[in-house]
C-alpha cells in the first residue's frame, strides 16, 4: 500500500510564500503523475497543478505565474512552491499521484490535505 502525506500548509500574510510536500511511501515502482488539488469551504475541490513523469505540466489558471510544481524522484516527492499568495488560496491542499507498484497497474492515491490559510 501507498501512503501521501503532505506538509508545509500554514498561515501566511498575503504576498508571502509557502512551499507545501507531499511524500510518496511503501511500495513504488513507478509514479506516472503527482499533482495539487484544493478545497476551498463551499466550493468545490479544483485541480491547482500536476505534473507527469514525462514533465508535462498544467496549472490552474489563476495559479500560474505565482505557483511552481515540481518534483524530486529519487525521493518520491512533489513539491508546490506558493509565491504571491492571495486570500483566495486560501483551502485544504491535497496531494494526488497515480502510483504503480509493479509497472502495470496504476492506482489513484489522495493525501490526506493540509491546510493553507492566507489572511492579514
Known amino acids: 500500500q501507498v501512503q501521501l502525506v503532505e506538509s508545509g500548509g500554514g498561515l501566511v500574510q498575503p504576498g508571502g510564500s509557502l512551499r507545501l510536500s507531499c511524500a510518496a511511501s511503501g511500495r513504488i515502482f513507478s509514479i506516472n503523475v503527482m499533482g495539487w488539488y484544493r478545497q476551498a469551504p463551499g466550493k468545490e475541490r479544483e485541480l491547482v497543478a500536476y505534473?507527469?513523469?514525462?514533465?508535462?505540466?498544467n496549472y490552474k489558471d489563476s495559479v500560474k505565474g505565482r505557483f511552481t510544481i515540481s518534483r524530486d524522484n529519487a525521493k518520491n516527492t512533489v513539491y508546490l512552491q506558493m509565491n504571491n499568495l492571495k486570500p483566495e488560496d486560501t483551502a485544504v491542499y491535497y496531494c494526488n499521484a497515480d502510483i504503480s507498484g509493479d509497472g502495470y497497474y496504476y492506482t489513484d492515491y489522495w493525501g490526506q490535505g493540509t491546510q493553507v490559510t492566507v489572511s492579514s
Open positions: 505534473l507527469f513523469s514525462s514533465g508535462d505540466i
